[in-house]
């Protein structure tokens, strides 16, 4: 069984103040307790170069979370899927999901074998 504890967020916004950020925060952001947001301010050149530091600046916040999603605000997150999804695998694989994801070092620097990072292309 999956805890909300287990799971860490990062998320890539605009602005905290966007209509995007705005509906996270009303429908399925609350549900989970850690959450790092990453606000690009700019245009997609910046957040691309943003989306690299999120891994490691999310595992250095949440060093003890067993799974770590990122996602950007346009992304609706169902906790019941993702919980469900989560309950089959093995924390102590090493993983990295998603389509087109490089690992961005993860594995090699900051990962345990209980680490799972999880793109938004699964849920």
């Known amino acids: 069984m999956v805890l909300v504890a287990q799971v860490a967020v990062g998320v890539l916004t605009k602005s905290r103040t966007s209509e995007r950020y705005a509906a996270l925060e009303a ?5 989970f307790g850690q959450v790092l947001v990453f606000e690009s301010h700019t245009e997609m050149a910046r957040a691309q170069q943003v989306w690299k530091y999120i891994p490691q600046r999310l595992y250095t916040r949440f060093p003890h979370a067993a799974y770590y999603l990122i996602v950007d605000d346009d992304v609706f997150i169902s906790r019941a ?6 309950a089959h695998r093995d924390q102590t694989e090493l993983a990295l999901y998603g389509p087109g994801f490089c690992d961005w070092g993860v594995k090699q620097r900051y990962a345990r074998p209980s680490d799972l990072l999880i793109s938004s292309d699964l849920i």
């Open 27 to 31: 429908t399925w952001l609350p549900h």
């Open 81 to 86: 899927r993702l919980y469900e999804y989560l």
